[in-house]
């Protein structure tokens, strides 16, 4: 499948809510979908993560939320398009690859559950996405952040699936991998319990099951779901 050209659509651009849990698919997903809208992908993943790396690097503790508030702040990310998904500069610096690490992962995952770090995502996230013309992926995209977007996608796969992805993602084996599908389990655990914006479908939501498909088959369905949308 080429989802590199972009097709032409008409003038109206929709707003594209990808959420699900981790190892799902839902990056590699709404990388591509947007590419082949010519759409921009907002990652609220990635800058969850920017804001993580920048306590990490300012040994500011995670629990800390006054102290991760005021990161937030005076933080200066932006997300920019390439052939092979988004770069993420982080005050003027490429971190792409940074944020990927596992400790990062982790610390990105606890930096979420406070309230008011959400209030300011959110808040930038709607800012960055009110124009259209978006795909935004996360846990609560659908529910939170843009609560009216056109189409609302809730990605899903059997956990056992979602650690093997996951594990083939990081090409890791042994004891290592077993850490990281623990690590999973409790950041699913996390996420579905927290008492701001748990990770759940929305109501009107379509709900995909990736466990037995393929990229290609779930970037089509969705396409088709995308078609229906547009006018």
């Known amino acids: 499948m080429n989802d590199h050209s972009p097709d032409p659509r008409p003038s109206r651009k929709l707003i594209i809510a990808?959420?699900?849990?981790?190892?799902?698919?839902k990056s590699t997903i709404a990388s591509r979908l947007a590419r082949k809208l010519g759409y921009v992908n907002l990652e609220s993943g990635a800058m969850y993560r920017a804001l993580a790396l920048k306590a990490i690097e300012n040994d500011i503790s995670l629990d800390d939320e006054a102290g991760l508030l005021n990161l937030a702040e005076d933080l200066r990310i932006k997300l920019e398009p390439t052939?092979?998904?988004?770069r993420t500069v982080l005050d003027g610096q490429d971190v792409s690859s940074r944020i990927r690490e596992r400790d990062v992962t982790e610390a990105a995952?606890?930096?979420?559950?406070?309230?008011?770090v959400r209030e300011w995502m959110v808040a930038h996230q709607r800012a960055m996405g009110a124009?259209?013309?978006v795909v935004m992926e996360g846990r609560d995209i659908g529910t939170k952040v843009f609560p009216d977007a056109d189409l609302k996608i809730f990605l899903d796969a059997d956990p056992v699936v979602r650690e093997q992805r996951r594990r083939q993602q990081q090409k890791i084996r042994g004891e290592v991998a077993a850490n990281v599908a623990a690590e999973l389990r409790e950041r699913d655990h996390r996420d579905r319990t927290r008492a701001i914006s748990p990770l759940v479908p929305a109501e009107d939501a379509v709900v995909?099951?990736?466990?037995s498909m393929s990229e290609d088959e779930v970037l089509q369905k969705i396409e088709e779901l995308v078609n229906h949308k547009l006018p």
């Open 208 to 211: 995909i099951d990736s466990t």
């Open 83 to 86: 052939m092979g998904g988004n």
């Open 109 to 116: 995952s606890r930096v979420s559950v406070h309230p008011k």
């Open 18 to 25: 990808i959420d699900g849990p981790a190892g799902a698919g």
């Open 131 to 133: 124009g259209g013309g």
